[in-house]
């Protein structure tokens, strides 16, 4: 069966860290561009990075940008992003996706969702 599986997310404090995984099952990670959006309670999903394919580049949205970082680790078949300095702002269900490539920080002709983590940012 082919999926992602995304995890990692929790609550935590402003300015506390969370590293999110999504793993991948039933295909291999490396033949697609993967990454990650968030949607907040009442707004609408976002691209917040992406790394690419074909040589590792990475790609993050002015609003994670210098504090987020994406990264995959082909041989465990998973991609990871590591938060930092989190804000209440930053406080959303994240899901990876695997699509055939970057389009800046959103990947474009997604074909496969994970199915979210929550990550809550509070005091």
């Known amino acids: 069966q082919v999926q992602l599986v995304d995890s990692g997310g929790g609550l935590v404090q402003p300015g506390g860290s969370l590293r999110l995984s999504c793993a991948a099952s039933g295909f291999t990670l490396d033949y697609y561009a993967i990454g990650w959006f968030r949607q907040a309670p009442g707004k609408e999903r976002e691209g917040v990075s992406c790394?690419?394919?074909?040589?590792?580049?990475?790609y993050y949205a002015d609003s994670v940008k210098g504090r987020f970082t994406i990264s995959r680790d082909n041989a465990k078949n998973t991609v990871y992003l590591q938060m930092a300095s989190l804000k209440p702002e930053d406080a959303a269900v994240y899901s990876c996706?695997?699509?055939?490539?970057?389009?800046?920080?959103?990947?474009?002709?997604?074909?496969?969702w994970g199915k979210g983590t929550l990550v809550t940012v509070s005091s």
């Open positions: 996706a695997a699509g055939l490539a970057c389009s800046g920080y959103v990947p474009w002709g997604v074909s496969v």
């Open positions: 790394i690419s394919r074909s040589d590792g580049s990475t």
